[in-house]
Nanobody, 116 residues
Framework: QVQLVESGGGLVQPGGSLRLSCAAS????????MGWYRQAPAKQRELVAA???????IYADSVKGRFTISRDNAKNTAYLQMNSLKPEDTAVYYC??????????WGQGTQVTVSS
């Protein structure tokens, strides 16, 4: 079992920045990939960014150049630095962890609202 706790969401103006954190606990030694997903109202959940235990990253085209995912293995925490935020980035952001045996765990989500 892995428990994930997200923090850092909130209300920000267009062009602003936020940093999301995802703290993992439990069977953390089995975690391979950590990722951030988001779900806007009436839309499907989509991958925003992911990072492997080796540090390889992938990003959705819509956030490339604006968002940066990172991981502190010593603190068992993943981060999502979000810059140049746009109204279309408004969504609930979820942290996800994948284990070596393919099990997947989700956090409770944190709301990000980009509005003037």
């Amino acid at each position: 079992q892995v428990q994930l706790v997200e923090s850092g969401g909130g209300l920000v103006q267009p062009g602003g920045s936020l940093r999301l954190s995802c703290a993992a606990s439990g069977s953390i030694f089995s975690i391979t990939t950590m990722g951030w997903y988001r779900q806007a109202p009436a839309k499907q959940r989509e991958l925003v960014a992911a990072i492997t235990s080796g540090g390889s990253t992938i990003y959705a085209d819509s956030v490339k150049g604006r968002f940066t995912i990172s991981r502190d293995n010593a603190k068992n925490t993943a981060y999502l630095q979000m810059n140049s935020l746009k109204p279309e980035d408004t969504a609930v952001y979820y942290c996800n962890s994948k284990l070596a045996d393919s099990r997947s765990y989700w956090g409770q989500g944190t709301q990000v609202t980009v509005s003037s």
